[in-house]
């Protein structure tokens, strides 16, 4: 089975601080995504990578960044956390098919709540 | 703005009723996506269709993708409570590694 695991499943920061969330996927996949779900918003990508060290912005990359250094790990940081940035945050994985039906395998998400 | 639509956005019903998610958008896609998701875990893939006009059956679930590619349907037939979850359809533009989620529909299913 696949796998893909957070960090933490729940965090709470304070305003400005630097945040770091981890994922890691245990099954040699390209591709890494980092989402945040809000609400009546659904799922809205942050970032995505489909390499080690390549990364590509997302539909909101504004207050993020990430760092994929290791194929099996891709971490996002909010370098100085704000209020608005409170979500759930969910990692996935793919292994790129190149037919537009890659299966994206999710890890359980991590509930940030900045103060 | 959301590039998918779904409705009804909530959607609360007796166990054995029947009923149907609709997925839509003003944009073409080259596969479509229904994931189901409960709380506390992340979104797992259901199904996923390709060819305009296609309809897939997964037991009790009946997924469509409309003939133009811009729309899709969920009808789950004799609902039970195990179906409770949020139900997310995404479709996958022409860069294949990205994929525009729906704002989700939230099914609950009484016994």
């Known amino acids: 089975d696949v796998k893909v695991t957070q960090s933490s499943r729940y965090l709470v920061k304070r305003t400005g601080e630097k945040v770091f969330l981890e994922c890691v996927q245990d099954m040699d996949h390209e591709n890494m995504f980092w989402y945040r779900q809000d609400p009546g918003l659904g799922l809205r990508l942050i970032y995505f990578s489909y390499d080690v060290k390549m990364k590509e912005k997302g539909d909101i990359p504004e207050g993020y960044s990430v760092s994929r250094e290791k194929k099996e790990r891709f971490s996002l940081i909010l370098e100085s956390a704000s209020t608005n940035q409170t979500s759930m945050y969910l990692c996935?994985?793919?292994?790129?098919?190149?037919?537009?039906?890659?299966?994206?395998?999710f890890g359980p998400g991590t509930r940030l709540t900045v103060l | 703005t959301q590039l998918l639509e779904q409705s009804p956005q909530f959607l609360s019903i007796q166990e054995g009723e029947n009923l149907t998610v609709y997925c839509n958008s003003s944009s073409v896609f080259s596969s479509l996506q229904w994931y189901r998701q409960e709380p506390g875990e992340g979104p797992v893939l259901l199904v996923t269709v390709v060819t305009g006009g296609e309809v897939k059956k997964l037991k009790r679930l009946t997924f469509q993708f409309g003939d133009a590619r811009k729309d899709s349907s969920l009808h789950i037939t004799a609902a039970q409570p195990g179906d409770t979850g949020l139900y997310l359809c995404?479709?996958?533009?022409?860069?294949?590694?990205?994929?525009?989620f729906g704002s989700g529909t939230k099914l609950n299913v009484k016994p």
């Open positions: 995404a479709g996958a533009g022409y860069n294949f590694n990205k994929f525009y």
């Open positions: 996935a994985s793919s292994f790129p098919s190149g037919a537009y039906t890659d299966t994206q395998y």
